[in-house]
Each structure stands twice: as structure tokens, then as C-alpha cells.
């Protein structure tokens, strides 16, 4: 094990002492998460949810979103915001799922090799290296560790990416550097991290479980 995989390990273990082992909200099924977590991009948690309870009131099955008129989607989605964006980038996915497969059905996935798995997520539109994680890791339990905007940033501070690497870089690098059993834990903790103590503009560095371990933390002990 690297050094680097050393100190990623001791992160995710301090994290657990300060935070405990974090319990994400109930898994949904695979492609209840895809709408989900497209649903979640360039928006907060609540936005994300108001939106995608609204869909699922609107319409009573997957199937109907996908058949639906493109404005009343629209319209059932707007609380997430770029509504026009993602009402269309929704159903044209649901769509070439059900030309590829027969049905809304992506528990086939769990038995691909991974990386087969996760390119076969990525190459709809609107579905990135996170949004094939998230699916995989949370829906279908495979050892997949989405990067976040919490988690590029936080990572970087740390000092376990190089500060240059973009975030598609971000996810094989991060996926390399922590044990797989510990992606779900490590992956939640590490947001909670980057919301509550690891702020984009003023880190609460005198306040943080892994201040030892972290480059900028060790830079800045005012």
C-alpha cells in the first residue's frame, strides 16, 4: 500500500471516529436513482427531492415519464432547477434504456464487470463518471466512489489528488486510493466533512477530525 493509500485509510477511519458510520437515506432501485441524481446536478439536496417527488406524484411509472408530453415533465421538475435541460435529458435516457434493453430494467448491472457497467451508464447524455457511481454504488452495491463537488475540493485540500487533476481524473484516482469496502462510508463522511467543517471559503481547520492528516490543515493552524 502507498503512503498516499496509507493516509487515505487513516482519514477514512478518523472520519469514522468523529462521524460515526453514516446511514444514507433508504438505496432507491437503479433507475429511480439515475433520475434522481440527474435531477441533483447543479442543485441542493432539497431542490433535488421537491423535484423528484413531484415527478413521481405527476406521473405513476417510469414509463409514463418517458412517454409523457416534454413540458408536463418539465413542468414537475422545475423546483431543480435547468428544468428544460433535465426534463428532456431524462426521457431521451429512459428512452434509449428501453430501446436497448426492452424495459426500464438496470438490474442487469450488477452482474457486469464494473468498468463494462459503468461505461455502459456513461455514454447517455447527462450521465457522468458521478452519476454512474452513485447508481452503482448506492442502487446496486458495486464498489464504485462517486466524486462530488464536496469531495474534489476536499480531496484536493487534503492533498490526495494532485491539485491540476480534473474531476473525471478524480473518480479512478480516489477509487484506487481507498479500500473498496470502505467507498460508501468513506464517500459519505467525506461530504459531511466539505459541508460542515470543510468549507469552500472559510475552512474551519481548528474544528477538524483529520487536520493532522491534511496539507492545508498542517499549513494553517491560526
Not at 439536496?45 to 423528484?52: S, V
Not at 457497467?117 to 466512489?145: D, E, H, M, Q, Y
Not at 491539485?163 to 470502505?182: G, I, K
Request: proline residues 8%; charged residues 25%.
Amino acid at each position: 500500500m502507498s503512503s498516499l493509500a496509507q493516509r487515505a485509510l487513516k482519514i477514512h477511519e478518523k472520519l469514522l471516529e468523529a462521524f460515526g458510520e453514516p446511514i444514507w437515506r433508504n438505496p432507491l432501485p437503479p433507475v429511480d436513482e439515475l433520475v434522481s441524481t440527474i435531477l441533483s446536478q447543479n442543485t441542493n439536496d432539497a431542490n433535488r427531492d421537491r423535484a423528484f417527488h413531484a415527478l413521481r406524484a405527476k406521473f405513476a411509472t417510469w414509463e409514463a415519464v418517458r412517454d409523457a408530453n416534454a413540458e408536463e415533465v418539465v413542468a414537475a421538475i422545475r423546483p431543480a432547477g435547468l428544468a428544460n435541460q433535465k426534463g428532456p435529458r431524462i426521457q431521451q435516457v429512459l428512452r434509449q434504456i428501453t430501446e436497448e434493453r426492452g424495459s426500464l430494467d438496470l438490474s442487469f448491472l450488477k452482474d457486469l464487470p464494473l468498468e463494462e457497467a459503468r461505461s455502459w451508464l456513461t455514454k447517455f447524455n447527462g450521465v457522468g463518471p458521478k452519476t454512474a457511481a452513485i447508481v452503482l454504488c448506492f442502487s446496486l452495491g458495486r464498489p464504485a466512489f462517486p466524486v462530488d463537488t464536496h469531495i474534489y475540493r476536499v480531496s484536493g485540500r487534503i492533498g490526495l489528488r494532485p491539485e491540476a487533476m480534473t474531476v473525471e481524473q478524480a473518480h479512478p484516482h480516489l477509487e484506487a486510493l481507498f479500500p473498496p469496502e470502505t467507498y460508501y462510508a468513506a464517500h459519505l463522511n467525506l461530504i459531511r466533512l466539505g459541508r460542515e467543517v470543510c468549507h469552500a471559503r472559510k475552512p474551519k481547520c481548528p474544528n477538524c477530525p483529520i487536520r493532522k492528516l491534511c496539507d492545508f490543515g498542517k499549513q494553517n493552524r491560526g
